[in-house]
């Protein structure tokens, strides 16, 4: 077993010989595979591994980059020019990863569930769906503006009810890697994670960020995260982890 505060997974399993089996699953012609709905990896018989499906809601102003995310963490071409997303997009990724304290190896199944930040505020069952069954919420912001930042706090608060304090609730940072444009300071980051003792994860939204081997490295830290804390916090709730310090 884990300690508290330990990772839960074997960091960068994926991407060593041992996980190439489980990297081709998810590959096809070296770029990342498109399942349909009815698809999922395979695996020979030998290496048949568990699937562990969870539902995370994508949430956070329009235009900051919530589409491209889950096409970048999917590994597949991210929208050029942005249009505001009409209802909800549901985005499954498929996302191997090794268990230290078993060996073994598992796929975490996520269910990205993207909706517009227009047709939440428009439609007011959207939510509930959205949040319905969901595991986490990710609260998107983006470095390039830095309203969206400042909105963090109370958007949280609305979207979390008081009795949702369960859901894992995530703060993701888009289109980190235009620093020339950034408008978020670090500073300003470090003050909000201490405040809210919520970590926040960034990332890039260049072309092709996610797509192919190489993608499969640069996405594989948030996703990673994301399966270590859906997992983690499954165990806490089972009572055979506990929960790590906050941050």
């Not at 960068?12 to 399942?35: D, E, H, M």
């Not at 549901?90 to 230290?100: D, G, I, N, Q, S």
């Not at 073994?104 to 069952?125: H, M, N, S, T």
Request: hydrophobic share 45%; aromatic share 8%; glycine share 8%.
């Amino acid at each position: 077993m884990c300690e508290a505060g330990e990772s839960v997974l074997e960091r960068g399993w994926l991407l060593a010989p041992s996980g190439r089996p489980y990297l081709a699953s998810i590959l096809r012609k070296n770029q990342r595979r498109v399942f349909g709905l009815l698809e999922r990896p395979v695996l020979p018989p030998a290496l048949t591994v568990p699937f562990v499906p969870y539902k995370l809601f994508v949430c956070g102003k329009s235009g900051i980059g919530k589409t491209a995310l889950v096409a970048t963490l999917a590994g597949t071409p991210a929208p050029t020019a942005h249009h505001e997303t009409l209802g909800i997009e549901v985005t499954t990724v498929y996302w191997p990863a090794k268990l230290r304290a078993t060996g073994r190896p598992v796929i975490f199944q996520l269910e990205f569930w993207d909706c517009g930040d227009g047709a939440l505020r428009k439609f007011e069952y959207l939510l509930p769906d959205c949040k319905e069954e969901a595991d986490a919420i990710l609260f998107l912001f983006s470095f390039t503006d830095r309203l969206s930042f400042e909105e963090l706090p109370a958007q949280m608060s609305r979207v979390v009810g008081p009795d949702e304090e369960n859901l894992i609730k995530v703060v993701i940072g888009t289109k980190f890697d235009l620093v020339t444009q950034a408008a978020v300071p670090e500073a300003a980051v470090v003050a909000f994670e201490e405040a809210q003792g919520v970590p926040v994860l960034r990332a890039g939204n260049g072309p092709g960020a996610g797509m192919g081997r190489a993608g499969v490295a640069r996405v594989a830290p948030i996703l990673d995260t994301l399966a270590e804390r859906l997992w983690r916090h499954d165990q806490v709730r089972a009572g055979v982890a506990e929960d790590p310090p906050q941050a």
